[in-house]
């Protein structure tokens, strides 16, 4: 599983374009990343940025099931979810949110476009 800085940078790239009030889970951020098994190492990414987002919306990633799944930190979990609801998400009474409603589902074109933008930078540095 990939989790060099080069792979962090491209998840960081495209989770900076999901609009505010969209969402993808991990395994969606992996699929388009061309890393169809790599949600953990989308999550360990994440993870990374806690502690100063770097400009990243960390919290419109969620799991797969439509909830915030950030494990050993309630702090954590409960800012992702405030930021959600500040956006307009809301939850229901089991936590879950409306995957289909809220999914950022950008095309193909728009993925290629991010993700060569952010190679060019990371060659450029």
Do not use: C
Request: net charge positive; no cysteine.
């Amino acid at each position: 599983m990939d989790t060099s800085p080069t792979f962090n940078q491209l998840v960081y790239a495209l989770v900076r374009h999901i609009p505010p009030g969209m969402v993808l889970n991990y395994g969606r951020v992996a699929y388009l990343l061309g890393v169809p098994r790599g949600a953990r190492a989308v999550g360990w990414a994440l993870s990374l940025l806690r502690h100063g987002d770097q400009g990243v919306p960390w919290h419109r990633v969620v799991n797969a099931r439509g909830r915030v799944s950030i494990k050993g930190s309630p702090q954590s979990a409960a800012e992702q979810r405030a930021r959600l609801e500040a956006e307009g998400i809301a939850f229901d009474e089991q936590g879950y949110l409306d995957m289909e409603g809220h999914l950022w589902n950008p095309t193909p074109d728009e993925v290629e476009r991010i993700l060569r933008e952010a190679r060019a930078r990371l060659q450029g540095q």
